[in-house]
């Protein structure tokens, strides 16, 4: 029997395993109020096309120009919450002063010069995104590293980028710990990030821009 679609996906450590970085009532409410919102809403869309409820969000993403119009909004933004937040939750583990490894450390330095170089660009990008958003490293076409956001929860896969690190600049995502310094809640993502997926989510990236 095949996975269900769209249901929410366990999350892969407690509310507590990224203290003092992300605090465990931040992660509570984010993961089963707000990326549960995004589920059931995606969930209620569909219920209009029942034959949708097989297709990958992902695909649903990528293929947004093809789902009906009635329900193409509703699907763009809650799909993408639903991808963005699936995304985010393996990516993050604690790790102090981590840096990337394998085959995207090296595409890091070969593109931006350095870790620290791309760490500072990316902060500075996080930091000055008017509103909410995410913040993102993506592979882009040609297998290009690019460095870039969006806004609310669009996917870089509408853009037929596929993401590699990504970062929730919502205010939901760090508002009780950090209030309005969201400069410190990027500087304190850097030591949560789970380089090893990010590893596997880059080569998963080359393997699609072959296609």
């Known amino acids: ?77 809650n799909a993408g919450g639903h991808a963005n937040h699936s995304f985010f939750w393996p990516l993050l583990k604690k790790n102090e002063d981590g840096r990337p490894v394998g085959e995207l450390a090296k595409a890091v330095e070969s593109t931006f010069g350095s870790f620290d170089a791309f760490k500072t660009g990316f902060s500075d990008m996080a930091a000055s995104h008017f509103g909410s958003g995410w913040a993102w490293l993506s592979v882009a076409r040609f297998g290009n590293l690019i460095v870039h956001s969006t806004g609310n929860q669009h996917s870089p896969l509408i853009h037929d980028f596929y993401p590699v690190v990504g970062l929730d600049l919502w205010e939901h995502a760090y508002y009780l710990k950090y209030q309005n310094r969201r400069p410190e809640y990027i500087e304190a993502f850097f030591n949560i990030i789970n380089w090893d997926q990010a590893e596997e989510n880059y080569n998963r990236a080359l393997e699609y821009q072959k296609r």
């Open 1 to 77: 029997m095949s996975k269900p679609q769209h249901t929410l996906p366990e999350l892969p450590y407690t509310y507590d395993a990224l203290e003092p970085y992300v605090d465990a009532k931040t992660m509570e409410i984010h993961y089963t109020k707000h990326h549960a919102g995004y589920v059931q809403k995606l969930r209620a869309a569909l219920d209009k096309y029942p034959l949708l409820f097989d297709v990958p969000v992902e695909e649903l993403l990528r293929n947004i120009e093809s789902v009906p119009e009635e329900i193409r909004l509703a699907v763009h933004n």
